[in-house]
């Protein structure tokens, strides 16, 4: 009995093994399967991915590539710089910030996390949310977004800010 299962298992594999030769492994495109594993390490090393993928290469169809000067984040930090600071991504496009309440009105909170969308100075390339925190006691307090004119002062602060930015970038690359 258990040679029999040997060697169905033995013929399995020497049948999947056979099947699962997706071509020339070196250099030479004869059909030439190469033994040395040495050579055989070298050519997936210098193929790349390996078995976990591309890790670490850039996918340039799934993320917004900014550049070093990118104007719209420059004058995100800006025109916010007064919020505290929790996260600021750059290659993943967005910046959180914390909560932040004015003396005037210390049971009320702000909270703004802006999205980079795209690497063009537009209002479309920019996405502001913004939520309020009320506070009646430590233990009791409500969350909800605050209205759409907010977000869009924000944007629009922002997008002004960026456009005098580029403006005088412009002017100092002239010179």
Request: glycine share 6%; hydrophobic share 35%; with cysteine.
């Amino acid at each position: 009995m258990i040679k029999k299962l040997v060697t169905v298992t033995l013929v399995l594999l020497n049948l999947i093994s056979c099947s699962s030769n997706k071509g020339p492994v070196s250099d030479k495109d004869d059909g030439y399967w190469d033994p040395n594993l040495k050579n055989k390490i070298e050519k997936a090393r210098d193929a790349g991915g390996g078995i976990f993928g591309n890790i670490g290469k850039k996918d340039t169809n799934t993320s917004v590539d900014f550049a070093k000067s990118n104007v719209l984040w420059k004058s995100t930090l800006k025109s916010l710089e007064f919020l505290p600071l929790i996260n600021a991504d750059y290659s993943g496009g967005i910046i959180i910030y914390d909560w932040y309440s004015i003396t005037e009105k210390p049971k009320e909170q702000i909270k703004v996390t802006v999205q980079f969308l795209d690497n063009e100075l537009r209002t479309e390339s920019i996405k502001v949310i913004a939520h309020k925190k009320i506070c009646e006691n430590i233990n009791n307090c409500s969350n909800s977004l605050v209205d759409e004119d907010f977000s869009n002062s924000i944007k629009s602060s922002i997008i002004s800010s960026a456009r005098i930015l580029k403006i005088e970038e412009a002017k100092k690359d002239k010179k």
